[in-house]
């Protein structure tokens, strides 16, 4: 009897203990806020959109506003921020409402939902050389190699976009499929900055020409088909 009293007691000493030890996840390290979410909060960019056929470009220019507009719970009761898209073509113009889309985030992830697609934008805490899939709720990919792979570099150094410096900032490069072909460019980035969230993103695929030298046309340069989008952050606050 006296030894089970004994057993009893020690392991409530380590459940306590253990719960003690346990240890709130500081937002500051993991860097939460380099994608703050507050309903009201905005952000306006310039976008450049250029897409390519038959070597031929095709170049528009226009301003995007994403407006934090509302938040909710879930069918999972988890904390969730309905994001509005709008864009205009200058600042003269007023704003139009383009697309929705919807955030959560916790102290692991960002997950950004677009036409019933997960997308996990960031990953916590946000490290140098960290990597993830940013895919990795979605099945549209014919094997592995395909999963949209990410990476942090630069984690809080600062960056400089549209003349404004930015004192922490993390960068994400979008590595390329495994299986791209040869006569494929690729490049791809998105800029964070603590405290403000999207800075910069860069959007570059083409497919060059590919053929046999004798029946080619000559021009190595030759774009196929091809996509060049780049946002550049101008302003930001709360509406």
């Not at 390290?29 to 909060?41: D, F, M, S, T």
């Not at 301003?63 to 205009?88: C, G």
């Not at 997950?111 to 940013?134: C, H, M, Q, S």
């Not at 030298?213 to 780049?230: A, E």
Request: with cysteine; hydrophobic share 35%.
């Amino acid at each position: 009897m006296i030894k089970k009293m004994l057993c009893w007691f020690l392991l409530a000493f380590v459940v306590v203990s253990c719960d003690e030890s346990y240890v709130t996840p500081d937002p500051e390290a993991r860097g939460l806020n380099y994608y703050p979410l507050q309903v009201g909060n905005y952000r306006v960019y310039d976008v450049t959109d250029i897409e390519y056929q038959n070597n031929v470009p095709t170049e528009k220019h226009f301003q995007m506003r994403e407006w934090v507009a509302d938040s909710f719970l879930d069918q999972t009761n988890a904390l969730t921020y309905k994001i509005i898209r709008s864009v205009r073509p200058d600042a003269q113009s007023e704003w139009l409402d383009d697309s929705v889309m919807t955030v959560t985030k916790d102290d692991k992830m960002v997950i950004l939902t677009k036409d019933n697609t997960k997308y996990i934008k960031l990953v916590f805490p946000v490290t140098e050389g960290r990597t993830w899939e940013a895919d990795a709720y979605n099945d549209h990919y014919d094997y592995q190699g395909d999963r949209e792979k990410h990476v942090y570099s630069n984690v809080g150094k600062p960056s400089v976009v549209n003349d404004v410096e930015f004192d922490k900032t993390a960068s994400i490069t979008i590595l390329p499929p495994v299986a791209k072909p040869a006569t494929d460019f690729y490049d791809r980035k998105e800029i964070y900055a603590y405290g403000v969230g999207k800075i910069y993103r860069l959007f570059h695929r083409l497919s060059f020409e590919s053929c046999d030298p004798v029946d080619c046309s000559g021009d190595d340069n030759y774009i196929l088909d091809g996509h060049k989008r780049t946002e550049i952050l101008i302003d930001y606050g709360k509406l």
